[in-house]
């Protein structure tokens, strides 16, 4: 039952951050693919392939709504990779109201968090304690294992950057917490 529950979950988060992603997209999605460039061509085999590079000033950042399963009133942009898929790195931005909460849950793979502005608190455990909780400044730094049930709470508007390995999913200890079951 927790298998079915998770892989919808999973479905439900990557639904909406593919959503999400595509509603921000500022170029047109009908047009047919163009051309690859020569640059873009395969590499030969004794080269290996150039990865692309990224360089995005902050004004580009495109923020949209964050996926379903995170409370409502945060704000998400993927900078690079995508979290949806199994095995690609990525990184993200998640901007978070004052006082935004995000009830215990865990992730199934590891979680690296870095603060940039505002105050981030995180803690570990099932139960939401507030007390138990390490308040993190722009600067600071949180790593979550995967699997390890934690929780977090901003305080002040707060900007995090989020990079890992995906697919990151949001799955909650207590299912009644998560905002994509309520309605
Ligand atoms: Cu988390």
Not at 158 to 167: E, F, L
């Amino acid at each position: 039952m927790s298998t079915v529950r998770t892989r919808t979950t999973l479905i439900a988060f990557i639904c909406s951050i593919s959503i999400g992603t595509a509603v921000h997209t500022q170029t047109p999605q009908k047009a047919p693919p163009a051309a690859k460039p020569a640059s873009q061509k395969a590499a030969p085999a004794d080269k290996p392939a150039m990865a692309k590079h990224v360089a995005i000033a902050p004004s580009d950042i495109k923020w949209g709504p964050a996926p379903a399963a995170l409370p409502a009133g945060a704000q998400m942009a993927v900078l690079d990779g995508d979290p949806s898929k199994a095995g690609m790195p990525f990184v993200i931005r998640a901007k978070f109201p004052d006082g935004y909460r995000i009830a215990p849950h865990w992730h199934p793979t590891d979680e690296n968090v870095a603060v940039l502005s505002g105050t981030f608190s995180v803690g570990v455990g099932d139960a939401f304690d507030e007390k138990s909780m390490t308040a993190l400044a722009a600067g600071g730094y949180a790593h979550m294992p995967k699997r390890m049930h934690h929780f977090a709470m901003s305080k002040g508007e707060t900007v995090i950057q989020v990079h890992g390995v995906g697919p990151f999913v949001v799955t909650y200890v207590n299912p009644a917490d998560d905002p994509s079951k309520k309605k």
